[in-house]
């Protein structure tokens, strides 16, 4: 008889189905033009299922709050980690994005046998890994992942503001809105904007 883990590596088409513990990796932050990039790695417990888990993005921001505090509190373990604006702007932001996922999986207290990843690109890694095209709304570790990810990259965004209030980034979160843009023109960029992204040099004159 094929174990039920196995069935579900079937059903999701992963090349994989090795012994140990399951990680589940998504990010946050691509697409703002401020602030560092972020990415969470979740191992889940089996025995301490969570209700509710899904893509970041359809869940409230009040709903990804109690889950983040109960993701924390129920999993094995977990690790949220980052890339800095300045990693973004020297790497560019999918090598900066895939280092704050090696960074989030190394990160973990306990070591696991095998990565799934949201999305078409992976990490370098010492772990057998995957990608998986909206894991975040298909495996329970992933989408613990990315609400972790989400929630702490909105709550680095209210720092921010908190510095630089003329900017808006707890409305937006970083992203270019007309606002934020408007934003940029008026007061030029702070220490926090990524200035290797187009909407930020266009918006301070520096465009090629």
Known sequence: MRSKKSSRAEQLGLQFDGPGLLAGVDEAGRGPLAGPVVAAAVILDELKPIKGLAD????????????????????????????????IDRLNILQATLLAMRRAVEGLRLKPGRVLVDGNRIPVLRVPTEAVVKGDAKVAAISAASILAKVH???????LHAQHPQYGFDGHKGYPTPEHLAALREH??????RRSFAPVREALGDAP
């Open 153 to 159: 990259r909105d709550r680095l965004c209210l720092g």
């Open 56 to 87: 970041s993005k359809v869940l409230t921001a009040r709903r990804r709050e109690r889950l983040f505090d109960e993701i924390r509190a129920k999993a094995l373990c977990c690790c949220i980690a980052e890339a800095s604006v300045e990693e």
């Open 188 to 193: 030029g960029a702070c220490p926090q904007h």
